[in-house]
């Protein structure tokens, strides 16, 4: 029996180590199959691993590749990665500026750039473009269009940033050449414009040296026309030079015998001053003419040339020449080192042409106009031009300046009428302002453009016409056909200038032919010129004035604009106020002061809250203190305008009644300014006439009764029945 028992366990036993090892069995299978397949995955990964070390080392290599530096830098703008061509040019290895602010490597700069600073001030939540930004360095001499990445992660968290620095030096080298074509293009238009439409010698050169200093491109440009009397070049017109030595050049003439001035008119081609040591004549100007003005220039260098200027360095002479005569010089200036091309000799010998043409045209035309003039006699006085001068200087009125100048010209030569034009361009035509002598036209009339040759010669050229006898003249337009009806046989027409505008028409007629000599026409041209002037600062005062004015009432209407209801409330009390005054007798000088009194009589409300003046109900008692706070908060915000010290009582006291219950300071009768009992009045009236957030505007029926009954109370009882009276 025990051994049968010893034989069951030990069977047990057996049966329990098979079933052992039969597990161990399985998890060996299962540890031999998870070893290979752990083999596999190693095989793949070590793969996948050759893999991405081949395409970093690809990306690595195409990053370096990129010839356009590139850099990759944090939130601290620290440099996290970056290409061989930005290490080329911070002339630094990746390791020696790891972890350092870009901008202390390259390029070199106090801050970041713009639109890094930005998206470092941006939400996260925001949306932040790609942006570019240009920058010129310094330290290479080169142009960057920096273009900027910003990188962020899954959250929309700013991770890093990547810039990428195209080099765009060439390009803005090509793009600036073609600019300075077209801006050279443009002058030489301007030039060739000037020359074939203004016969005005001083405004012709304005226009020229203006032009060529900018095709020259020099610091300088001065022009002098030749005087045959003297022989010399005077100064005429220059541009860039400095104000205090523009009276120098005045009174610096050219002598026809220094030797650069005689090599340029002799050799009839632009000329090049190089002063030694400094500069050279370029090579393809250097011919045997050109090295005589190197020896020129030496001899000069000890500052016979242009003395009264400092640091000349090269001269580019241009000589107008006429077919018999000298005309003039222009000279270029330059303070730097300057090379001629073959174009640019070229371009200014264009110029010469094209200018000493103009002049040569231009000086014949006023000997044309001089010898017209010679056949009529001479009646001028200097007693009388300077009566002109004093008439034209006593008034700053346009009008009386006309006036006055059209009475004086027939004392200072003869003739028999004398009329002026304003021009007006976008009617296109005259208006006729002053004059005497004319039957069929009345000041104020007005003559198209179309309808008279001056339109044409002396607003459009800028000429003077001069007409020896109407009756030879072919074709006559209608307002010369009504003078030549009229009996006049002859005129001259001049421009009025006005800042370079022609802003009137001068003329004169005399019912003889040929009646003026060269001298009438240069008193004429006298008295134009001194019209021009006094005419400008009549203007100027004008739009002084009309800024004054204009500024006032841009200051009512943003006032009354604080509120809808109170819109053109200040327009509407001052057209009332200057009714009121005009019907109580105020001179000129009052109306105006009352008219800003009125614009301005709420400028207090400046500082009232929109939410008082829309307040639909009643106002609470504080609301009401705030708002009767305005007349005096007004005084105060004008009290410092010493132009406007006398109209701050209208605007205090315009509150005021007359049975002294009003505000600020209870004032009574006739304590009160009568421009605030005016404005008192005409507040009133436009207050009741319109709409407001609690009731409906009143009529004008309504408005007479009341003021009729708070006549001597709120109201003065005078201005009331002025205002009454003008309503009936």
Known sequence: MPDKDLITELQAEIDRLKSELEKARVREKEIEESRRATLFMIEDLNISTSQVERAKKELEQTFDSISDPIFVHDSEFKVIRANKAYMDAAVMKFKEFIDRPYYEIFPKMEWPFKMCLKAQELQEEEEEEEEEEEFSCPITNRIFKIRFYPIKDVNGSYLYSIHILEDITAAKGAEQQIKGEMEITTHLLMIADATANTTDVDKLMKQVVHCCHEIMRCDVCLSYLYDEDSRVFQPCETFGLSHDLIPVFRTEPLDEKME???????????????????????????????????????????????????????????????????????????????????????????????????????????????????????????????????????????????????????????????TVGLVDNEKQGFIYKAGFGVTFISKGQFVPFKGTSAAEVVVKQGRIEHISNLTEVKGLLPLEDKFLKDGFLSHI??????????????????????????????????????????????????????????????????????????????????????????????????????????????????????????????????????IRQHPVKGADILAHIKQLKHIIPAIKYHHEFYDGTGYPEGLKGEEIPLFARILTVADTVDAMGVDRPYRKGRSMEAITAELKRCSGTQFDSKVVEVFLGMKR
Request: hydrophobic letters at 40%; glycine letters at 8%.
């Open 260 to 418: 650069f001035v005689k090599d340029a008119m002799e050799g009839k081609e632009p000329a090049v001053i190089s002063h030694s040591p400094f500069l050279h004549v370029s090579d393809s100007l250097a011919g045997e003419s050109e090295k005589r003005r190197i020896g020129e220039a030496e001899r000069m260098s000890g500052g016979e040339l242009f003395s009264w200027l400092t640091d000349v360095n090269t001269i580019a002479v241009i000589p107008l020449i006429g077919k018999e005569n000298y005309l003039g010089i222009i000279a270029g200036i330059y303070k730097t080192p300057k090379q001629f091309t073959d174009r640019d000799k070229k371009v200014m010998q264009g110029i010469s042409h094209e200018v000493s043409t103009a002049l040569e045209q231009a000086r014949l035309y006023k000997e044309m106009v001089n010898k017209s003039m010679e056949l009529s006699h001479k009646v001028e006085t200097i007693q009388v031009m300077n009566q002109i001068d004093r008439s034209i200087l006593s008034t700053l009125g346009a009008d009386e300046i006309l006036e006055t100048v059209v009475r004086l010209i027939s004392k200072a030569i003869s003739c028999d009428r004398v």
């Open 493 to 626: 027409r001049l421009p009025l200038i006005v800042k370079g505008e022609v802003a009137a028409v001068l003329s004169v007629g005399s019912k003889r032919p040929s009646a003026w000599t060269p001298e009438d026409l240069s008193t004429l041209e006298k008295i134009a010129s001194q019209v021009g002037v006094a005419l400008e600062n009549s203007r100027l005062i004008s739009d002084l004035e009309g800024l004054f004015m204009g500024t006032v009432k841009s200051l009512s209407s943003a006032i009354d604009a604080k509120s809808k209801w109170t819109a053109g409330h200040s327009e509407r009390v001052t057209k009332y106020a200057v009714e009121i005054a005009k019907g109580m007798g105020f001179d000129e000088k009052a109306l105006k002061d009352i008219e800003l009194a009125g614009l301005l009589h709420d400028v207090g409300k400046i500082g009232t809250y929109e939410t008082i003046l829309d307040k639909p109900g009643k106002l609470t008692d504080e609301e009401v203190k705030l």
